[in-house]
DNA sequence: CGGAGCATGTAAGCGGTTACATGATTTC
DNA sequence: GAAATCATGTAACCGCTTACATGCTCCG
């Protein structure tokens, strides 16, 4: 159940249209929950219905959009859901599913290699882009609001989550290529 | 798709009955992609209907334990899974969105503190709890096998994820209780 | 005015979770 | 022989993914 939630925070940030949510999502909140439009809409339909948020109704809308808005309500579950107690979630990774996998039935002619590489890469640019993130929301030195140290907070674990990737896909990679050579 | 080639992995490492599936999955190869037993059994089902695994006829069960193999066409089934490309799976952390939510609602009453202590025990043992796996798994010095090294490798993931999980859980502990004690 | 793309949805299907069911074996 | 627990399932639900649908606006 955090998508609502994920979506009450991004409200309050700032009130934004369906689509706008979406971008948002692509760029920061969904680094830590993901959803594709389909979800935003169906779960902002939801919250409107028990009343949590409201379209706001201000200007008869630019093109279609529908602007919503965080209600009282809204923001009262927000704070209870801060509140709650929850197990982390079990990590779903079947890319050392497949390292298990190839320990049995071997690594596939450079296959698996060009695998662990592509994500390297992808994992790389991710930690790049965080760290562009970072240079341009939290420029250091000066001190920080509440707010803005528990987001940088987020950001960090972002960040140090990469360093965990491409460091451990690095090993892999040397680990890997090695196999691959003794196999051919 | 990956639980199915989960189960030939463990399967192809020793063949088992579901039970056995379960616990150990819960022990290890969980680690990387979690299951429960009815999830376990239907997916042994299913695998069976397919021709990729059987139930092992040999000596009429003691109880009523059925113990499964995998057949050749199992084995390849993994082997093609091993070659293919797959995106990262997409970052999934509740606590790390109940930290921008507390951006926006405040840190409630030393609940979110008390959580962020919880899950930081929870990572530390669960450290605590992979190293001495390799410890006992991997005794440093001698040369490893092509199928430890691949384990090993899969091993020093769970490592390194969680000593990331907790050095940036011990920062947000500093900064929350800081902040609690700011509000209070 | 026609096509590109913007913006908001609907529908079907699937994997995973939770709750319940059933028989067999062990233990007291 | 009753209770606990072992072992294997079934059923319902729910969130997420994928594919498709619809109307509107902007631009050449």
């Not at 369906?18 to 169906?42: K, M, N, V």
């Not at 939801?46 to 201000?58: T, V, Y």
């Not at 801060?82 to 049995?104: G, T």
């Amino acid at each position: 159940m955090s998508l609502p939630h994920a979506i009450l925070t991004a409200l309050l940030e700032k009130p934004s249209s369906g689509l706008e949510l979406t971008r948002r999502f692509d760029r920061s909140i969904g680094f830590f929950w993901a959803a594709t439009h389909q979800q935003i809409y169906r779960e902002l339909g939801k919250l409107e219905q028990s009343g949590l948020i409201r379209a706001i109704p201000g200007p008869p809308a630019q093109g279609r959009r529908k602007e919503y808005e965080v209600l009282p309500d809204g923001r009262e579950e927000l704070a209870a859901w801060v509140a709650r107690s929850d197990e982390p979630r079990p990590l779903r990774d079947p890319l050392a599913l497949r390292l298990r996998a190839a320990a049995m039935v071997g690594v596939g002619e450079g296959r698996l290699g060009a695998e662990v590489q592509r994500h390297l890469a992808l994992h790389t640019a991710q930690l790049a882009a965080y760290r562009a993130m970072e240079q341009r929301q939290f420029p250091g030195g000066r001190r920080e609001s509440v707010e803005a140290r528990l987001q940088h907070l987020v950001l960090q674990a972002g960040i140090e989550m990469e360093r965990f990737w491409t460091g451990w896909l690095e090993q892999v990679e040397a680990v890997v290529s090695e196999l691959e050579a003794e196999s051919s």
